[in-house]
């Protein structure tokens, strides 16, 4: 939980990665659920098409150009995102699950580069 204060403050430029956003996100929103660790926090909230995924990546953490891909799981049903992508420290990703309500949901981070995973806590609509 070190880093959680630099994840929750810190800023990135606006750019686009295999159809990610990458934010200029300051704060979490009231309606962020997250999860932090020392490298990153994972985040899912209500978007009104699905559920908005988050990654905050700490300037310090060990996530330097590994290869992530966001997954949403409700249950039994799992959603995938577009594809991987490369992380790099100090920067926020975002993703837009579009797949409407499917009741409680988590957001996962997969690590393709190192074989590490991360939830977030479980968001329902």
Do not use: E
């Not at 100090?90 to 499917?102: E, I």
């Amino acid at each position: 939980m070190k880093h959680a204060s630099k994840l929750v403050g810190m800023v990135g430029a606006v750019a686009l990665a295999a159809g990610l956003t990458l934010t200029a996100t300051g704060t979490a929103s009231a309606a962020d659920s997250c999860n932090y660790n020392d490298d990153l926090g994972v985040c899912n909230s209500y978007d009104p098409r699905g559920y908005d995924a988050r990654v905050q990546i700490a300037p310090d953490g060990n996530i330097n150009g590994d290869w992530v891909d966001f997954n949403l799981v409700c249950g039994s049903k799992r959603f995938g995102d577009r594809d991987s992508f490369q992380a790099y420290p100090g920067h926020n990703y975002t993703y837009t699950f579009a797949v409407g309500s499917q009741g409680s949901c988590v957001v996962w981070l997969y690590d393709r580069t190192t074989g590490a995973a991360w939830a977030s806590p479980s968001v329902s609509r």
